[in-house]
């Protein structure tokens, strides 16, 4: 149950408190209906969420081709033969157990668990952004934050420290797209 409510928690927060404090001053501007019939707010949805995360997506795989480019020129110094077949491309994965491919399969690694969640990221943004934009834009900085770090901590070549510091947020910004998403069927259907 804690971890359910570790994953699941904040997001139902942010959209109680969004929907709670949606008639104060700060708020009213932002979730008032502007073009397409769609809350003001909607537009940092895409900017932040849509855009911005697509310029997160590019920056993690040119990471991957940095990579493969520096590390196949250390293993040629090290006497590696077949450095170029090994980290090239078309390869996704440079084969062997040498520390070089290890690095360089967390750095792909890295890049590769965000696409396998990219999808379900864009979707769960622009349907919770429709009825929770403020939520949903900053869950999205969270998500691209987090992103980051992940990253970074897969690149060091341990894969455990990929959940160091902010990186495990990921999980959080996508736990509370859910919960927005969720929240927006709720509302679409009468029942909040």
Partial sequence: MSLFVQFFGPGVAACVAERTLSSTHLFMPLLETGAYGLPKAFGGVVAI??????????????????????????AKKDGDENADDRFGLPKMYAEGFSELAKKFNCVQRGHQQALETYGSFLALSVAGGLAFPITTMVSGLLWIYARGKWADGYATGDPSKRYQSAGRHVWTALGNLMMASLGTALVIAGVL
């Fill in 49 to 74: 969420n849509l855009v911005m995360s697509t310029f997160t997506m590019i920056s993690l795989g040119m990471r991957v081709g940095k990579a493969r480019k520096e590390l196949a020129e250390k």
